[in-house]
């Protein structure tokens, strides 16, 4: 038997009796419900996934529904679980899905890697428990497990450590029970070969992990270089109408919180006054500066500080025919997908407002310095954004073994 044969082997009679079985996308285990779960377990816990995953399927059974939904119901269904790019790319993929290939996902790598959202490994993924196909993946657990297995050196996110881990990779792949298989070694990842203190003595490929013979598990995979993360500045505008309501926006598609509705932001240095002339045609009294927060993203640290206006001057055709910009009744109207620490100032502050679904823990890499963040994927690891996303835990992810990237 070859080495990679027998790998898989070991593998598999594990998977048997100690994978996980039985969780929602698995039965029945259709190409659109294994990719919508493996979209949303990508920074995040299974845990986590399994609510948004029940109500993306009742409200969105297929491609299709998915495909013609509103972008705003797309994303209050995901406001909570973060990375806010994966709604968006999850809408698009589903578009395109529908247009291009009749509603049914590709069973063809490339034409699956083409899709929003969905990388190689992801796209591998996908149709290796959707179809069965045999192709190698590399998820933030799968990377954990082959780098201590063959104690390979060097950060993954590297191109020449990826590569190493891609061959070997592929070469452990069987001939056969490609889902399964596929499954059990991110089940591995998730549940033994963790970030801290693998489970070695349960272990199916203990016997010949060079990491485990040598007592190296914890220099396999090698972390992240560590660069400073700046700290940014920026205002967020709380503005009043006589009734109350709040001035909100919807941010552009792409960037922090991309497409989400917003209370408008002034970046660090610019003019208050100046912003909601121009962008609103509104004219404000500020009224009180309140406790600043943080919200931590990839690459930087915001902290946002509350600026209390009321308005003052609104001509009757301001906010008028901008679909973008609207006024927030909050005690009335349902809140719509919101950035995390937006909605979290909010509810503190209007403790009556109604979020659209029920709050789910947030998943977190990016984190607000007011709500910790909690997840990884029981294969898998989590900010908010497209562009801002994730953090440490790509290189050792939690003690679940997170996920490290989607992709
Ligand atoms: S023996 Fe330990 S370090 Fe090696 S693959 Fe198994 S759990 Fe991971």
Known sequence: MAAGEDFASRLLTWFDSHGRHGLPWQSPRTAYRVWLSEVMLQQTQVATVIPYFERFIARFPDFKALAAADIDEVLALWAGLGYYARARNLHAAAKQVASLHCGDLPDDLEAAQALPGVGRSTAAAILAQAYGSRHAILDGNVKRVLARHAAIPGWPGEPKVAARLWLVSERFLPQTRLA???????????????????????????????????????????????????????????????????????????????????????????????????????????????????????????????????????????????????????????????????????????????????????PSTASSSASKPKASRVRQSPATSASASTSKSRNKPGPNGSRTRPG
């Open 180 to 362: 399964d298989y596929t499954q059990a070694i991110m089940d591995l990842g998730a549940t033994l070969c963790t970030a801290r203190a693998p489970a070695c003595t349960r272990c199916p490929v203990a016997a010949d992990c060079a990491a485990r013979l040598a007592d190296r598990t914890e220099d396999f995979p090698s972390s992240k270089p560590a660069k400073a993360r700046p700290l940014r500045r920026a205002t967020l505008l709380l503005v009043e109408n006589e009734q109350g309501a709040v001035l909100i926006e919807r941010r552009p598609p792409t960037g922090i919180w991309g497409g989400l509705w917003s209370l408008p932001v002034a970046g660090e240095g610019e003019s208050v006054d100046w912003l909601l002339r121009e962008r609103f045609g509104i004219s404000v009294e500020p009224l009180e500066t309140l406790p600043a927060f943080r919200h931590a993203f990839t690459h930087f640290e915001l902290e946002l500080t509350p600026l209390l206006c009321a308005l003052i001057d609104a001509p009757p055709t301001a906010l008028h025919e901008r679909p973008e910009q609207r006024w927030l009744t909050m005690h009335r109207d349902a809140l719509p997908g919101l950035p995390a620490p937006v909605l979290s100032f909010l509810t503190r502050r209007y403790p009556t407002a109604r979020p659209p679904i029920e709050p789910c823990p947030e």
